[in-house]
């Protein structure tokens, strides 16, 4: 099925090599199913020509991320914010990134920024609180998971965050709670919860 999907991809390509919607199309298939080599080499190819395109930079900034190359993924995001500010998926992953790099005050400012531009965006309270809980204020941190939940209560990610904090907090009823939750939302993430924290040795 995989390989049908890719090779459908390349062959409407070979038909029509110079299209960047349809070599944009195969990249993107190559980020799903994990090639993130060839999807970085025709992203590499199509922004050699001189194009500037969002959506083709956010993909590249993808394929480092998923090969954890921070910096270029980095730079890549940045590109792709220079050219669309409205990019929030975009300003989401750099401050993942900054704060993976212990840029804490960079990735504050960029979270903040990009919330000012969708406060309803679950996705960067979660990002948000990972920074405050990294520079030691927990109870900011809670408060940038409880409103990602409060956006997105059906979303896994806001419970595993609320989970994490309670694990840091060491409170089990908490993290009990979540867990509770989590089955229905993430079973893997919830399995690794309860194998750590609530199943027997």
């Known amino acids: 099925m995989i390989l049908n999907e890719i090779e459908r991809f ?4 070979r038909e029509s090599p110079d299209d960047f919607r349809k070599q944009y199309d195969l990249a993107l298939c190559y980020l799903q199913h994990e090639r ?5 080499e025709l992203l590499d190819r199509m922004l050699d020509n001189g194009r500037r395109d969002a959506q083709a ?15 270029k993924a980095g730079c890549d995001f940045l590109r792709t914010i220079a050219l669309d500010p409205d ?19 960079a ?11 969708d406060p309803a965006h679950s996705g960067l309270y979660c990002v948000l609180g990972d920074v405050y809980l990294d520079i030691g204020e927990p109870d900011k941190a ?12 059906e ?7 609320l989970a994490m904090y309670y694990v840091s907090k060491g409170d089990m009823k908490g993290l009990k709670r979540e867990y509770d939750i989590l089955r229905d939302l993430d079973a893997v993430m919830a399995e690794q919860i309860g194998t750590l924290f609530f199943q027997p040795l």
Do not use: W
Not at 107 to 117: D, F, G, R, V
């Open 36 to 40: 993130n080599s060839q999807a970085l």
């Open 107 to 117: 990735a504050l400012k960029t979270l903040k920024n990009a919330l000012e531009k």
């Open 10 to 13: 390349e062959a409407e390509l």
């Open 87 to 105: 990019f929030l998926e975009a300003y989401k992953h750099l401050g993942f990134i900054q704060l993976t790099l212990g840029r804490e005050e």
């Open 142 to 153: 809670k408060d940038a998971f409880e409103k990602a939940f409060e956006l997105a209560p």
């Open 57 to 71: 930079y956010y993909a590249r900034a993808v394929a480092y991320l998923s090969m954890n190359n921070y910096r």
């Open 155 to 161: 979303d896994a990610e806001p419970h595993c965050k």
